[in-house]
């Protein structure tokens, strides 16, 4: 049986996939639009690899804390609190 792992990170305009073998070697990256030919293709060209092909995601939605003045630091929405000294949630 030829066992591969995809792993894909979903953006909003395009998303990377990568594919790897049992032994760890890389046997497919590319990146596509958010275009369901494109995505189509992908999964066709992902399935040759292997006869099982289980699926890792990552979706990344970042943005800006409102608390950090400067601005540096970014944090995911699933992870943010943005509380305030109240204990209620920020904006």
Do not use: Y
Request: hydrophobic share 30%.
């Amino acid at each position: 049986m030829n066992r591969t792992w995809a792993g894909i990170n979903a953006g909003k305009g395009h998303h990377h996939c990568v594919v790897i073998n049992g032994e760890g070697a890389k046997l497919l990256s590319r990146r596509v639009m958010n275009d369901e030919s494109e995505l189509l293709n992908l999964l066709a060209d992902v399935l040759e690899l292997g006869d099982e092909v289980p699926w890792a995601s990552k979706v990344t939605r970042f943005r800006k804390t409102p608390k950090d003045p400067d601005q540096s630091r970014w944090a995911s929405p699933t992870t943010s609190t943005n509380s305030s000294p109240s204990g209620k949630a920020g904006p």
